[in-house]
């Protein structure tokens, strides 16, 4: 009934039921949450303002939008103001790895413009450097919005998930940034490393840990071995006992995990008598023994396993001492240490490692001292070293500044000593060397040394009078390539360097010959007074007959040197045409070679020797016009070839309009 009423249409008997129904529910022993809706509807609203813009002409229409879009632009102007020096702010509170405050000047940039998409991955960044992956992510995504082909919201974004351990996440944002620039392929592929070597290690411990939990022996057996070491005040020989024993235990890769997981890295190397022995602190015999075992036992704690390799370069003892040993006066400790950077040296990932940890400078000094003294029977392997670590861009730009002290030096040395003891090194030092070269600085600065030039010359005659060709072969390739650059030092050395290369052109060994004329080919344009040195050797005609009985490489460097040499001299040309009235070696090159340096050189050696009164005119009735239009016009696609066809096609008209 009382509800009836409530609903009534009568005000004045829904009055009375409202009054009843408060009654009962003042009686209630609790109070009653609910209220009464007293919102009430405004029955009476005002007219609706006339809209006015409907009035208006469409000139004046336009005038307001243009006014309204104006007043637009310059608030956003002054926003962006706002957001950039805020972002600014952030830049610097980054820097000074205040992350916290970074965050709040980024937060701030955002509250004035919302889709300026720097400040949303600076602060995904900040974010990861707080571990806070979650909100880095949202960030990125955000940042993505307003820039779909960003490159840092998808490394941040990579970053994050790996951090969260979601790998393949991490790994499809990686993916996406070469996909948007093929160009950046190579730096991906060390962020996709990180990804399978932190699952990989995932992986490890999770075995790890559950081979311990199901009480395997040599799972229980690390942990106990680890608690002796830890012991400290025991004599050498006492550890070197234990790190024998746990050696056999981490063989595996559950094994050297457990060493990982149980501090074994902290325990041996915050040991004092183990500390003291790796920094040669004392140098008896218990002692020397005891730095022995611990470089085995490093080598084998991080054999195969990319984790442990991390944590030991981690290790500041390890830092400190590994270096130094390389020219240990223990024979033992010397070789264990380089067998362990060698172990370092195979992989890129523990190449990196080293070369981010290790002070490059000194490492390669004391490899080159190692190489330098081959009694020692430990170049070999010191050599290896260098060579592997010459793959990696970041060692050569750190040898940058200190190269002439910690390369230059000791194998121009080396060059000017070259010997029974030392001559099977040399082959594969100088390929390390040549590798280093790859570097364009490193290659200027080898290029402009005197002393290394110098060097060359005693060695080529050394190795000339001895027959010591193993050495000789690879060194004329690096000569080659260094005298690629044009340098004030070679222009010195040039005439010396081209009567080396005269002698050995009478070689029995072809591979001698080619390397020798290639030397020719790129030192003889830095000098002339080189070019008339080698043409009164009768350069000419040695040149003419390699292009008849040779390879590819020979016959690209010969045409190189008869073309210096007949566009230096009028001897030269000379020369070649009294030797071969028609040209025919030139003829048969253009008619027959594919390669551009052949046929280039060949068109514009052709070009010098017309400038000969009677040239043309003993060329008529052979196919050179249809071998230079061809090269000239149809058939050459480089700008080279074309040019040089049509300069010598110009001067044949010229000398002969028949």
């Known amino acids: 009934e009382l509800v ?5 249409s009568d005000v004045e008997i829904q009055q009375n039921a409202m009054e009843t129904a408060d009654c009962y529910i003042a009686a209630l022993d609790e109070p009653c949450r609910t209220k009464v809706n007293k919102t009430t509807i405004n029955t009476s609203p005002p007219l609706q303002p006339s809209l006015s813009l409907q009035n208006e002409s469409p000139e004046t229409f336009m005038k307001i939008m243009e006014r309204d879009a104006e007043d637009r632009r310059v608030r956003r102007i002054a926003k962006a103001k706002k957001a950039t020096a805020l972002k600014d702010k952030g830049n610097e509170a980054y820097a000074q790895e205040d992350y916290e405050t970074a965050v709040k000047y980024y937060s701030d940039g955002l509250a004035e413009l919302r889709d300026m998409q720097p400040l949303y991955t600076n602060r995904a960044q900040a974010y990861i450097k707080l571990g806070k992956y979650k909100e880095a992510i949202s960030d990125c995504e955000w940042a993505l919005k307003c820039n779909e082909r960003c490159i840092k919201a998808y490394l941040h974004m990579g970053k994050a998930y790996l951090a969260l351990k979601k790998y393949n996440e991490s790994r499809n944002c990686f993916e996406k940034i070469a996909e948007i620039e093929p160009g950046r392929e190579k730096m991906v592929k060390e962020y996709l490393t990180q990804v399978d070597l932190e699952k990989e290690r995932e992986s490890q411990e999770m075995n790890a840990m559950q081979a311990f939990d199901k009480g395997d022996g040599k799972a229980t057996t690390v942990p106990q071995l680890l608690e002796k070491l830890s012991r400290p005040g025991q004599m050498p020989l006492y550890y070197c006992g234990g790190l024998e024993i746990l050696s056999q235990a981490v063989t595996d890769c559950i094994g050297q995990t457990l060493f990982r997981l149980n501090n074994g890295f902290s325990i041996i190397s915050s040991n ?182 110098k060097a060359f010359l005693v060695a080529i005659r050394q190795c000339s009078a001895c027959e010591y060709k193993e050495v000789l072969y690879p060194m004329l390739g690096l000569i080659i390539n260094l005298s690629t650059i044009t340098s004030p030092v070679i222009q010195k050395h040039a005439v010396s360097l081209c009567d080396c290369c005269l002698g050995l052109l009478r070689d029995s060994d072809g591979g001698v010959i080619t390397r020798a004329t290639g030397v020719l080919s790129t030192v003889l344009p830095q000098s002339s007074e080189a070019v008339q040195h080698v043409i009164q050797g009768d350069v000419v005609r040695t040149m003419r007959r390699l292009l008849k009985r040779t390879g590819q490489t020979a016959m690209k460097y010969a045409i190189k040197t008869l073309t210096v040499c007949t566009a230096a001299s009028h001897l030269a040309r000379e020369e070649l045409v009294k030797s071969d009235k028609k040209l025919s070696i030139l003829r048969h090159l253009l008619g027959s070679s594919c390669d551009e340096m052949v046929s280039g050189n060949a068109a514009l050696c052709l070009a010098h020797c017309l400038e000969l009164e009677g040239t043309a005119s003993n060329l008529l009735g052979t196919d050179i016009v249809l071998l230079l239009l061809r090269h000239a016009a149809v058939d050459a696609k480089r700008t080279a070839v074309q040019q040089n066809a049509a300069i010598a096609l110009g001067k044949l008209c010229q000398s002969e309009p028949r």
């Open 4 to 8: 009836k009423d409530l609903k009534s």
């Open 272 to 453: 004092d008598t183990m500390t003291s022995c790796l920094l040669q602190k004392t140098k008896d015999p218990d002692n020397q023994e005891l730095c022995v075992s611990v470089l085995k036992f490093w080598r084998v704690i991080c054999c195969g396993n990319d984790e442990n390799q991390k944590m030991l370069m981690k290790c500041p003892v390890t830092r400190q001492s590994i270096v130094h040993l390389v020219t240990s006066e223990h024979v033992a400790a010397q070789k264990e240490c380089l067998a362990l950077l060698y172990l370092y040296s195979q992989i890129p990932h523990g190449r990196r490692l080293a070369i981010d940890n290790l002070n490059v400078h000194m490492l390669v000094r004391n490899l080159m001292a190692c190489i330098s003294k081959p009694k020692q029977q430990q170049e070999n392997t010191a050599v290896n070293i260098l060579e592997n670590f010459t793959a990696e861009n970041k060692f050569c730009i750190q040898l940058r500044n200190v190269l002439t002290d910690s390369v230059i030096v000791p194998f121009t040395t080396i060059l000017r000593n070259i010997s029974k003891s030392n001559q099977h090194i040399l082959p594969s030092l100088i390929s390390a060397v040549g590798c280093l070269a790859r570097d364009d600085v490193i290659c200027h600065n080898f290029a402009h040394d005197p002393e290394c030039w």
